[in-house]
């Protein structure tokens, strides 16, 4: 396994793990879309999610995909942290990096912090209380202001992770050239727009509107 | 034009280091930023001060041993340029300029401004070379066919004086750019795919050894570089690299 002992090879780890959560989150967010649906659409969906085989047997590799990004995440930015003992006193770091870029960290902690919320507000009641009807459960929550302000937040950060995160694993995983880089970085952005706002219109619109 | 700089002081790599504050005045626009430096040390000598220890050598921006993180940058403000092409025209008069070394653990303080980028020339001589018979007898380099693409991208990675700006620049110290930079010219071209597995193997272990960073692609390294060298040789790095690994 020398090859995942190197810096490389870990980022290529982290790469491989983040392009699977950003097929996870494309997933997640079809299924969220079923809430403009209604109950019925919805609840359909919610049980196929419980239910279906194939993402059953996906839920622990999802589970250990994010702990594995998660983990590797803070590894590989504490070496990087180390690898400059002494800063700057002055760094003019804009004028060559984006900010996004340059804070992964941050906006994937807070993204850590967001997910434990998430997984006691729903997944935790969906997989041991019988509920029904988790549109009624999904709707009750949005009416509470703070929920819906925290999870509009957490979006937002999830999409500027993207934003750097996306191409930056493909460049990892080899996949950038001079052809094609513009296209790629055009696709992450869309992508991370997307779900930035798909998941928080769900949310603003049963805030708002119901 | 009159300046302030705020300069690193330190006198060896044991010593602690800290800012110092000097004025320079009738700065000459013309000046290159080292010119400027020069003046500085000129007075600093006369008034038998210590002068500031900074690397310089061909002062035309193809050497590479010219450094210095200049008001958060590395080789200044501008692009595509190293520090000895840096003029004074780019700053203004009462301007405030920081001048820091290239900071990052791979490459200790020597003293001032001076530090030892011998890291880079360890990882490549770990593997950025290809083992020809030189004495005499060796073919005609064009007698085997290289696609003009190909020769220019393997020309352009070439371009890298291993100056360290990349790392100086990289949030994360990491040495990517110049690693990558040095395997691409050689997997370009046929005369360097022979050895390419063992030549990316060795110089990603000996970038490790070294205890540069790990690359985020933020960017950082490709808008510092005095050379233009592209992002795209670092995913080039990361494919060989998995090749060789596989």
Same mark, same amino acid.
């Given at each position: ?210 | ?140 380099? %064009? /007698? ?6 190909? +020769?220019?991208? &393997?020309?352009? $990675?070439?371009?890298?004086? !291993? ?8 949030? %994360? /110290? ?6 990558? +930079?040095?395997? &691409?010219?050689? $997997?370009?071209?046929?005369? !360097? ?8 193997? %060795? ?28 992002? %795209? ?14």
């Amino acid at each position: 396994m020398g090859y995942f002992s190197s810096s490389v090879g870990r980022k290529f780890f982290m790469a491989l793990t983040g392009l699977f959560l950003v097929v996870f989150l494309l997933v997640h967010l079809i299924a969220n879309l079923t809430l403009f649906g209604g109950p019925d659409a919805f609840n359909a969906a919610s049980h196929f999610m419980g239910t279906n085989p194939l993402i059953q047997i996906m839920q622990p590799v999802l589970a250990l995909g994010f702990v594995a990004h998660i983990i590797m995440g803070i590894i590989l930015e504490y070496k990087n942290m180390i690898s400059r003992p002494i800063g700057y006193i002055k760094n003019n770091a804009n004028a060559n990096s984006k900010w996004t870029s340059r804070n992964m960290i941050v906006t994937g902690l807070m993204i850590f912090a967001f997910l434990f919320l998430h997984i006691i507000n729903y997944f935790i009641p969906f997989k041991t209380t019988e509920i029904h009807n988790h549109y009624e459960f999904v709707v009750e929550l949005f009416k509470n202001p703070i929920y819906t302000f925290i999870y509009v937040i957490a979006f937002i950060l999830l999409g500027m992770h993207l934003m750097h995160g996306f191409q930056s694993s493909l460049t990892t995983t080899g996949i950038r050239n001079r052809k094609y880089q513009k296209c790629i970085e055009q696709m992450g952005v869309a992508y991370s727009i997307i779900i930035a706002i798909g998941f928080s219109s769900i949310a603003l619109w049963f805030y708002f509107v119901n | 034009m009159n300046l302030t700089l705020k300069i690193w002081r330190q006198k060896s790599a044991q010593d602690k280091g800290q800012i110092v504050e000097y004025k320079v005045k009738d700065i000459s626009d013309h000046m290159s930023f080292l010119e400027m430096l020069d003046v500085l040390n000129e007075s600093l000598v006369a008034k038998d001060e210590e002068p500031i220890a900074f690397d310089h050598d061909c002062r035309e921006g193809i050497c590479g041993t010219c450094s210095l993180h200049i008001n958060g940058e590395a080789h200044g403000p501008d692009r595509l340029i190293t520090t000895c092409q840096l003029h004074m025209r780019t700053f203004k008069d009462g301007d405030t300029i920081f001048i820091e070394p290239f900071r990052s653990k791979a490459f200790p303080i020597i003293k001032d401004l001076m530090v030892d980028r011998s890291a880079l020339d360890r990882i490549q001589q770990a593997g950025g070379y290809i083992s020809v018979n030189t004495s005499g007898n060796s073919q005609d380099a %064009n /007698a085997i066919p290289i696609s003009k693409p190909n +020769a220019d991208e &393997s020309m352009d $990675a070439a371009a890298c004086i !291993g100056c360290g700006a990349c790392v100086a620049s990289c949030k %994360n /110290a990491s040495a990517m750019l110049f690693v990558s +930079a040095k395997v &691409s010219q050689y $997997a370009l071209l046929p005369q !360097g795919r022979i050895e390419a597995k063992d030549r990316v193997t %060795n110089m990603i272990k000996q970038m490790d050894k070294e205890g540069f960073g790990n690359c985020t692609n933020t960017g950082a390294c490709e808008m510092e570089c005095p050379k233009g060298i592209s992002l %795209n040789n670092i995913a080039r790095l990361n494919r060989e690299y998995l090749v060789a690994s596989i």
